[in-house]
């Protein structure tokens, strides 16, 4: 049961934006996802992102504020805090949270949920449109072993959960409040048990997703992990939906990783998303970061319009279109169903007419 379209697509509903980049219009992205810091408490075995080091960067709040602001203005609508390191861990991350609410821009957290806390929550709950925590295992010894942590660090989270769901049901905040767990060897027997825990104490959803490969990732021990092992486990969980928590378990995503088949030849989404790294860093797509024809530029040096409108932006694209192979990118890469719906836009069928 799906109701946030989290394995679909939501472009569908950005028309005006999207009918000015078929009419070759500069637009600004509507989605966005931003990395406080570089810094992490856990190193999870599947990380795609240890490549980047882990670095302790992070942010400068001042400037980051500024162009939250004019981003805002441009026509961002919405960004997810993530990254390569857990948001939390930036020491102004509530008042940045507060300021991009406050810049009209929609906000959301991926984050372990360790620092979490009661106090933080009481701080943003009432500004953040969902909050997705990432628990990978539904035993504390299974958690520790794939977040590479200490097993208390499971407790803590699910009591951090609850304490948000609390704030969020005293205040009548909108926020919707999920967790997400990445189906493993190792986890699959503990799932269900997952699922009654977090029903228990109120969640909105989880969502049941499958691994992905970086090309640049250090770690590749999931790589020929094959999910039609695991398609079973849908109807089991289907049991658990209710009016109020949602199992979400990403069959047509995991069913693609196992094909690895994409239907387009061009990528054509990277005018409507970016994002930026914990040194300020502005890039066409994250699984390209540290490879210079994806870098726009940097919001310590320029604007946000300035990078958007400049000459390296114009250069990546043109790139893009003229090198970049597809079949050659992540599989289940976050911008994968979009990309299949634009080529349908610039490459419809016959007979469109008969709608």
Same mark, same amino acid.
């Given at each position: 049961?799906?109701?946030?379209?989290? &394995?679909?697509?939501?472009?569908?509903?950005?028309?005006?934006?999207?009918?000015?980049?078929?009419? *070759?219009?500069?637009?600004?992205?509507?989605?966005?996802?931003?990395?406080?810091?570089?810094?992490?408490?856990?190193?999870?075995?599947?990380?795609?992102?240890?490549?980047?080091?882990? $670095?302790?960067?992070?942010?400068?709040?001042?400037?980051?504020?500024?162009?939250?602001?004019?981003?805002?203005?441009?026509?961002?609508?919405?960004?997810?805090? #993530?990254?390569?390191?857990?948001?939390? =861990?930036?020491? &102004?991350?509530?008042?940045?949270?507060?300021?991009?609410?406050?810049?009209?821009?929609?906000?959301?957290?991926?984050?372990?949920?360790?620092?979490?806390?009661?106090?933080?929550?009481?701080?943003?709950?009432?500004?953040?449109?969902?909050?997705?925590?990432?628990?990978?295992?539904?035993?504390? $010894?299974?958690?520790?072993?794939?977040?590479?942590?200490?097993?208390?660090?499971?407790?803590?989270?699910?009591?951090?959960?609850?304490? #948000?769901?609390?704030?969020?049901? @005293?205040?009548?905040?909108?926020?919707?409040?999920? #967790?997400?767990?990445? =189906?493993?060897?190792? @986890?699959?027997?503990?799932?269900?048990? =997952?699922? %009654?825990?977090?029903?228990?104490?109120?969640? @909105?959803?989880?969502?049941?997703?499958?691994?992905?490969?970086?090309? $640049?990732?250090?770690?590749?021990?999931?790589?020929?992990?094959?999910?039609?092992?695991?398609?079973?486990?849908?109807?089991?969980?289907?049991?658990?939906?209710?009016?109020?928590?949602?199992?979400?378990?990403?069959?047509?995503?995991?069913?693609?990783?196992?094909?690895?088949?994409?239907?387009?030849?061009?990528?054509?989404?990277?005018?409507?998303?970016?994002?930026?790294? #914990?040194?300020?860093?502005?890039?066409?797509?994250?699984?390209?970061?540290?490879?210079?024809?994806?870098?726009?530029?940097?919001?310590?040096?320029?604007?946000?319009?300035?990078?958007?409108?400049?000459?390296?932006?114009?250069?990546?694209?043109?790139?893009?279109? *003229?090198?970049? @192979?597809? %079949?050659?990118?992540?599989?289940?890469?976050?911008?994968?169903?979009?990309?299949?719906?634009?080529?349908?836009?610039?490459?419809?069928?016959?007979?469109?007419?008969?709608?």
């Amino acid at each position: 049961m799906d109701k946030y379209k989290i &394995d679909s697509h939501k472009l569908i509903y950005h028309i005006n934006r999207v009918n000015n980049w078929l009419e *070759n219009k500069n637009i600004y992205p509507i989605y966005m996802e931003v990395s406080p810091t570089g810094s992490c408490n856990h190193r999870c075995l599947f990380c795609g992102l240890d490549f980047v080091g882990y $670095q302790n960067r992070s942010l400068d709040t001042k400037i980051f504020k500024d162009r939250l602001t004019e981003m805002g203005q441009l026509g961002v609508k919405s960004i997810m805090y #993530a990254g390569e390191g857990e948001p939390f =861990l930036h020491r &102004d991350i509530d008042s940045i949270i507060r300021h991009t609410k406050n810049s009209g821009i929609d906000v959301a957290i991926t984050t372990n949920g360790v620092l979490m806390n009661s106090s933080i929550s009481e701080k943003i709950v009432g500004y953040v449109d969902w909050i997705k925590v990432s628990i990978n295992g539904g035993t504390n $010894q299974t958690y520790a072993k794939i977040h590479q942590t200490k097993p208390s660090d499971f407790d803590k989270v699910i009591l951090n959960m609850s304490d #948000a769901i609390k704030i969020k049901n @005293n205040n009548r905040y909108r926020c919707t409040i999920g #967790a997400q767990i990445l =189906l493993l060897p190792e @986890n699959k027997d503990e799932i269900v048990l =997952l699922v %009654q825990l977090l029903s228990d104490i109120g969640l @909105n959803y989880l969502v049941v997703k499958p691994y992905s490969q970086h090309s $640049q990732s250090n770690t590749d021990i999931y790589k020929d992990i094959k999910y039609s092992d695991y398609l079973y486990l849908a109807e089991e969980l289907s049991r658990f939906n209710t009016s109020d928590f949602s199992v979400i378990f990403r069959i047509k995503t995991m069913e693609k990783w196992d094909v690895k088949r994409r239907t387009y030849l061009k990528c054509y989404a990277l005018p409507f998303w970016s994002y930026i790294d #914990a040194s300020g860093n502005v890039w066409g797509c994250s699984v390209y970061i540290g490879k210079e024809e994806f870098l726009y530029g940097n919001i310590y040096e320029e604007s946000f319009h300035e990078i958007w409108k400049g000459n390296k932006r114009k250069k990546s694209l043109l790139w893009l279109d *003229n090198e970049l @192979n597809p %079949q050659s990118c992540r599989i289940n890469c976050r911008m994968d169903e979009i990309n299949t719906y634009l080529w349908s836009l610039k490459n419809p069928p016959e007979h469109v007419n008969f709608i």
